[in-house]
């Protein structure tokens, strides 16, 4: 079974993408993984990326915004030479309590599992605090980000690599995309990782540079933040309420038993 991390950056997060890099080599759990990179290099800063460890690296010249990267990536690695994906972010650090290995086995089990996200924590002590509460326990969710890593296999990569590169706002197509094709989303809450979420630079800044570009809005009613800026943060990320009856409709009709 061959396996990749599906990673992007940003040419000012050279460090944090060299932590989670580190973190992943660190432990010998990730040792047969692959380490796949997309890598946005608007600054010049690749000749700064630890390449040791990384199969597969791809440089582009401008930001794409995490959707566009990872549409492209997977579409650059050929999802068809891997069987399991794990996205990460590279404001990431995996831990000795990050396990992707019940994602993986119910994946390869269950032919309709579309993405499974694991559970995270923003820092050290907060993921800490989490561990008591650890338990192996799959809860079903649409709408499933990146949290501590996503996990996927090659049925949902091939469909992922098809989705059009744009410079949308929220990554919500993807989860969206497997569940109108029948797959079923679900959280698992036996595994953490450190997520340094809303840090400098990466998807906020991103956002706030960019208007706001929304995809499957014939799927989600998006919702309008409170304040508005004429960006990308003019709207809430989706939640699974705001799912419509459309999407479920499509759900039940293509539901993949």
Do not use: S
């Given at each position: 079974m061959k396996k990749t991390f599906v990673i992007i950056s940003v040419s000012d997060r050279v460090e944090d993408l060299n932590n989670l890099i580190r973190s992943i080599r660190s432990f010998h759990k990730f040792d047969d993984y692959d380490i796949s990179l997309c890598f946005q290099d608007y600054l010049g800063n690749a000749d700064q990326i630890d390449r040791t460890h990384i199969k597969n690296m791809y440089i582009y010249p401008e930001k794409m915004g995490c959707h566009?990267?990872?549409?492209?990536?997977?579409?650059?690695?050929?999802?068809?030479?891997?069987?399991?994906?794990?996205?990460?972010?590279?404001?990431?650090?995996?831990?000795?309590?990050?396990?992707?290995?019940?994602?993986?086995?119910?994946?390869?089990?269950?032919?309709?599992?579309?993405?499974?996200?694991?559970?995270?924590?923003?820092?050290?002590?907060?993921?800490?605090a989490k561990?008591?509460?650890?338990?192996?326990?799959?809860?079903?969710?649409?709408?499933?980000?990146?949290?501590?890593g996503m996990v996927y296999g090659k049925r949902i990569a091939l469909l992922m690599a098809k989705l059009p590169i744009v410079k949308t706002t929220f990554d919500n197509a993807w989860a969206m995309t497997a569940y109108v094709n029948g797959y079923t989303n679900y959280r698992f809450m036996g595994s953490l990782a450190v997520h340094k979420v809303c840090g400098r630079g990466g998807m906020q800044l991103f956002m706030a540079e960019?208007?706001?570009?929304?995809?499957?809005?014939?799927?989600?009613?998006?919702?309008?933040?409170?304040?508005?800026?004429?960006?990308?943060?003019?709207?809430?990320?989706?939640?699974?309420?705001?799912?419509?009856?459309?999407?479920?409709?499509?759900?039940?009709?293509?539901?993949?038993?």
């Open positions: 566009g990267a990872r549409v492209q990536l997977l579409r650059n690695i050929e999802p068809l030479d891997y069987d399991i994906f794990v996205n990460l972010d590279d404001d990431m650090e995996l831990t000795r309590y990050t396990d992707y290995f019940l994602p993986i086995r119910k994946i390869q089990q269950e032919p309709g599992v579309g993405f499974i996200l694991t559970n995270w924590a923003k820092t050290f002590d907060l993921l800490m561990v008591p509460k650890m338990r192996d326990e799959f809860k079903k969710q649409t709408l499933v980000y990146n949290g501590g960019n208007p706001a570009e929304l995809m499957n809005q014939d799927l989600i009613d998006f919702k309008r933040a409170k304040k508005q800026r004429g960006n990308g943060l003019d709207y809430l990320i989706p939640l699974d309420a705001d799912i419509n009856q459309k999407a479920h409709c499509l759900h039940n009709l293509n539901k993949k038993r």
